[in-house]
């Protein structure tokens, strides 16, 4: 673009150039449509990573196209890979909205365009759908709305083609199906009939082996349009008349409960079991209290489906002014006299209610003070609660602790004596109402509810084959669906499994004291003779590994989930080290113990061999190894010393394996020699290939090179062989955050292990090992 400030389409309908919202001081390379109101905005580059300072296009001499500012921040649009010079390369942007980078001998090829990388809005001509189906690198084009309507990071909705179904067009809410279009008929499709001027519109249908796409045109030149979708899931059409100058706005799909007129085609989604109902209106008041929820990547409609699902929330609200991150209340009414402190919140109303009813307050009576008839109603129910809860605690005393006549006595002593341990911890609950509250105790603080047996095995059907999820080191986990419609994951320790209760009681006591968005979350426990059960959220997307080593499912990784991943398994483990209420080493961290939701956001899980650290203590010893092959330090593995930096290594493997889709112990040929992902890693970064670690189905999706290799670099800065040469987990999240802080060059990776047995190598002495995958390490030979 050279010096000038912006660029504009031949007939200057578009216009590309820097934009910030809302007078902040982060930029953005965008594209606005002048023709609609405002100049809205169509297209944004960077919209997940705001530039500070008003930024730079460049072409560069190589032919790369390249967005960069005064902080030394790049954001290679495109990249040449190899490299090659091309002087002819040339950006420009037409009037269908296409901003292209074109080169080769005649300048006539197209290089890159913004077509293959939309924003929020679909353009008359833009191809929706999968492409390069063959290749085995598929490409998924669709649109995603804004965070908000000031933030255009990608939010919770996303509009492309139905995989499933490919003759479909369909919403997701955060990946779980919102909206499907109905079949489409050659012109447009069912569910879309009700917009009054759909005859101007006309959809094709592109399908073959290799791709299966959608585009849409008008059918008269007289008129222009563009599709958009906003921040809360509303599908609207804008349309321009040439001849007369008049734009038209109209909504082709909104599935908003709240609406006049909800869309054809809209998935009905799991209804709340709250008393008080799922449904919301806009209200302007003030409350006393919120629940602060600072999280920049959630946006108004996460608010509320959080808030939907815990029956104590009765208003949520925006914590940012520019409308992300959330705040919840349990208030039960908003004040009316709010002066100047008002706020825009969304307030909970009985589904019983219709749309424009008023809330009905008592009226007031002068000689009357209501307020002691409201404390004698809070007493009586105080009463009443604390009395159940007191029988429901003896039956579950009887029925769980008791014992049955003919019982085992050892059995029962070893259970009153685990009670006893874990009193603090625990609280007893033989019937659980609304159990789905345990999720959001940001509104509570309860202790760990203590599960009778009876409910885990209704709600595992009686630990039904069916409902099993899987079985590791510990014992089975099993699917398990509460009287509520809760669903929650059910690991039932085996009998057989030597180290089962210490972990038992160490998970119990530990993760119920933590609380994190990347720490899988601990909704209770079940004692009962020998039986050791523990019940957590359920997470329907199962490990990480299930994902990366599946030739399938891998594909369904790209690069930007990866780096979200591999961030929040580093504020996880952060969080462990040092801002926790305790400082937690985990000591078994790979890559099956983190799982992912329905988002795909990671959650570090299985803490039974995690310990406590001392405020200062750095480091500790044992003479009790647990860990899996191939993730333990040497440090810990030969000498049983273990520290944060033990977990650092064990990062820096899963990160290794995150990048290049191989497992560690996979094996590598390098001069004649068998080696590790992380020696693998380590050579082709001595030697400057480090694009031959990445996993191949990344390859389109990934358009920053330099970003791979940072990724590399810090995976192999955490599995040095030295510990102290380690970073801390401090560093990891300041480096992968793109903090300019000093970068060494990564040393040596530790050793490797080997399955085979080696007389002249033993382990030291009286070191008892094991693996929670049942792997036993044999011997551990140094590089």
């Known amino acids: 673009m050279g010096k000038v400030d912006f660029l504009d389409s031949p007939n200057k309908v578009f216009r590309l150039s820097f934009i910030n919202f809302d007078d902040c001081a982060m930029y953005y390379l965008g594209i606005q449509c002048t023709i609609f109101p405002e100049g809205m905005t169509v297209w944004v580059a960077n919209r997940d990573n705001p530039l500070k300072d008003i930024p730079v296009l460049q072409i560069t001499p190589h032919g790369d196209l390249l967005l960069h500012d005064n902080h030394e921040t790049a954001i290679p649009l495109h990249s040449l890979i190899p490299a090659a010079i091309n002087i002819n390369t040339t950006a420009t942007l037409l009037d269908t909205g296409n901003f292209i980078l074109k080169g080769g001998d005649n300048n006539d090829e197209i290089l890159w365009q913004s077509f293959h990388y939309p924003s929020n809005t679909l353009f008359p001509g833009m191809q929706l759908g999968l492409f390069d189906i063959k290749s085995g690198k598929a490409r998924n084009v669709s649109i995603t709305s804004w965070l908000s309507p000031l933030v255009p990071a990608r939010g919770a909705f996303r509009l492309g083609i139905d995989p499933n179904n490919t003759n479909q067009l369909a919403i997701w809410r955060r990946d779980s199906l919102y909206w499907q279009s109905g079949n489409c008929n050659g012109h447009n499709f069912s569910f879309l009939s009700n917009f009054q001027d759909i005859d101007k519109l006309k959809f094709k249908h592109i399908s073959n082996e290799d791709e299966s796409y959608y585009t849409f045109t008008m059918v008269s030149d007289i008129y222009y349009s563009l599709i958009e979708m906003n921040s809360s899931g509303d599908v609207n059409i804008y349309i321009f008349q040439h001849n007369k100058e008049r734009q038209q706005r109209a909504v082709l799909v909104s599935c908003d409960k709240e609406a006049k007129c909800m869309s054809k085609g809209c998935i009905n989604q799991n209804p709340s079991k709250c008393s008080n109902g799922d449904y919301f209106e806009s209200r302007t008041g003030a409350l006393d209290h919120w629940d602060i929820m600072d999280n ?158 009876s409910i885990i095995e209704t709600a595992t059907r009686y630990f039904s084959n069916t409902n099993k999820l899987g079985e590791g080191g510990f014992g089975p986990v099993y699917k398990g669906i509460l009287a509520d419609g809760q669903e929650i994951a059910v690991k039932r320790l085996s009998k057989r499994s030597r180290q089962g209760p210490e972990e038992f009681k160490n998970e119990v006591m530990l993760i119920s004291k933590l609380q994190h968005r990347n720490l899988v979350r601990l909704l209770g426990c079940c004692i009962k003779g020998q039986e050791r059960i523990l019940v957590y959220e359920y997470l329907p997307n199962k490990s990480l590994d299930s994902f990366l080593f599946d ?86 593995a030969m000498d049983g010393i273990f520290s944060e930096k033990s977990d650092v290594f064990s990062f820096g493997v899963m990160m290794l394996e995150i990048l290049s889709g191989k497992k560690n112990n996979a094996g590598f040929h390098q001069s004649n020699e068998f080696i590790k992902l992380s020696e693998h890693a380590w050579h082709l970064w001595k030697e400057g290939r480090c694009s031959e670690l990445m996993d191949p189905a990344i390859l389109g999706s990934c358009t920053s090179m330099s970003e ?63 693996s929670l995958n049942d792997l036993t390490i044999s011997s551990l030979h140094g590089r």
């Open 296 to 453: 920049r990547s959630l946006g108004l409609s996460d608010c509320q489906q959080i808030c939907t699902k815990n029956c104590s929330c009765n208003a949520y609200a925006t914590f940012h002014s520019d409308g992300t991150g959330c705040q919840f209340s349990n208030n039960p009414e908003p004040n009316a006299e709010f002066g100047e402190h008002a706020d825009q919140l969304y307030y909970k109303r009985s589904s019983s209610k219709k749309k424009g009813d008023k809330i009905l307050h008592p009226p007031e009576n002068p000689n009357k003070n209501p307020h002691w008839i409201r404390i004698i109603v809070q007493l009586v129910i105080l009463i009443t609660v604390a009395s159940i809860c007191a029988l429901c605690y003896f039956q579950l005393m009887k029925s769980c602790f008791g014992g049955k006549k003919g019982s085992s006595k050892d059995a029962t002593t070893e259970t009153e004596t685990l009670k006893r341990e874990l009193n603090t911890s625990i609280a007893s609950i033989n019937e659980l109402r609304g159990t789905h509250k345990l999720k959001f105790n940001g509104l509570q603080d309860i202790k760990l509810p203590l599960f009778s047996f």
């Open 551 to 636: 030739a399938a499912k891998r594909q369904l990784l790209d690069w930007r989930q990866r780096v979200n991943i591999i961030a929040g398994i580093a504020q996880g483990l952060l969080y462990l080290h040092k801002y926790s209420r305790l400082k937690i080493i985990h000591r078994d961290l790979k890559t099956s113990n983190i799982l992912l939701d329905s988002n795909m956001r990671p959650k570090i899980s299985d803490f039974g061999t995690a310990k406590i650290f001392g405020e200062d203590e750095s480091s500790a010893n044992t003479v009790r190894i647990v860990g899996t092959y191939g993730y333990m330090p040497p440090e810990y």
């Open 708 to 770: 791979f290799i940072q990724c590399v670099k810090v995976g192999l800065l955490c599995v040095q062989e030295n510990a102290a040469d380690r970073p801390t987990m401090a560093d990891v999240v300041s480096m992968l955050g793109g903090d300019m802080i000093p970068f060494p060059d990564p040393k040596q990776p530790a050793f490797s292990f080997s399955k085979r047995v080696d007389h002249d190598n033993k382990l030291p002495q009286n070191l008892e090992t094991y």
